[in-house]
């Protein structure tokens, strides 16, 4: 799943290039199947009413979600899952194979969502119209906010008795974590994933919150990873760099870029951590 360093690339890649265009069409490609794209969304037709002649004013990114600001108030949100992209390309150019939607933009380009899983959604955010359903605002705080401290993180682990990894990627406490970074920062924290989080001292709270900062800021740098299955790439179809400098995710078996130690997999919360067992010591 593209997580926070994977959305923000996308994000600065697309802002230059759809910024100030308006929305002259959208296409919902039918799938027989079923799609989850236009979940909370009553009908195609909808979507398309709301979006179509809008200008697209500015896109953010608020955790894992593209937040692509109109004209007319409202906000396009989207979340690309498991394995959504989101593409541009010359309206010219053949259409990827895993197409959901196609914006057409002016200028003479398309921003197709495309999803081989079908994880995907996007949906026209109102507050004023009630359309609240996917509601990225009421999500944690964003990990690389001046405002997300060292106490924050430590008020919010105080207490907890769940893994460590399980808390880092529950949304509501910090928000943009997925099962790569909070690997890659819990092993540079010397940090075991079982660690109940209210065991933390200040010492480790303080090694966590640098290490997801650094991380984060790295993966965004290196315009984030494309893992084993290459399904990630920016708005143009270039691949992330950062897989090149991961230190546990996805390494099984391969050794510990600090000890040597075989990394390790594990399952919590129906999730895969992968760690060192020598540099992340288990709980007692």
């Known amino acids: 799943m593209p997580e926070l360093p994977e959305v923000e690339t996308i994000r ?14 959208v296409r919902v490609f039918p799938d027989p199947k079923g799609c989850r794209w236009l979940r909370g969304m009553r009908s195609p037709a ?20 593209l937040l692509f600001d109109l004209d007319s108030g409202e906000i396009l949100v989207v979340h690309l899952g498991m394995s959504g992209q989101l593409l541009l390309r ?15 933009l002016e200028g003479g380009s398309v921003l197709y969502a495309n999803d081989p899983r079908k994880f995907g959604e996007a949906y026209v955010y109102s507050e004023p119209a009630g359309r609240t359903a996917v509601d990225p605002f009421r999500l944690g705080p964003e990990p690389l906010s001046p405002t997300w401290s060292r106490e924050n993180l ?35 924290a ?8 209210g065991n ?27 893992a084993a299955d290459r ?4 708005g143009e179809g270039r691949l992330g760099r950062f897989q090149n400098r991961l230190r546990v995710y996805q390494r099984r078996g391969l050794p510990c870029p600090a000890c040597s130690a075989p990394i390790l997999t594990l399952k919590t919360g129906g999730r895969t951590a992968h760690f060192c067992p020598r540099c992340q010591r288990e709980p007692r």
């Open 12 to 25: 600065r890649c697309l802002l230059p290039r759809v910024v100030g265009r308006d929305i002259l069409g």
């Open 46 to 65: 909808e979507f398309k009413r709301l979006l179509v002649g809008r200008r697209i004013e500015d896109v953010r990114r608020r955790a894992k979600y």
């Open 90 to 104: 010359p309206a010219a150019a053949e259409v990827p194979r895993h197409a959901r939607i196609g914006f057409s």
């Open 154 to 188: 430590a008020r919010a682990l105080a207490g907890r008795t769940a893994p460590i990894k399980a808390l880092l990627l529950n949304q509501t406490l910090v928000a943009g974590l997925g099962n790569i970074y909070t690997d890659e920062a819990l092993f540079r």
């Open 190 to 197: 010397r940090i075991h994933p079982l660690v109940p989080g």
């Open 200 to 226: 933390l001292d200040g010492a480790r709270v303080r090694a966590l919150h640098g290490a997801v900062r650094r991380v984060l800021r790295e993966a965004i740098a290196h315009q984030g990873t494309s």
């Open 231 to 234: 399904q990630y790439v920016d």
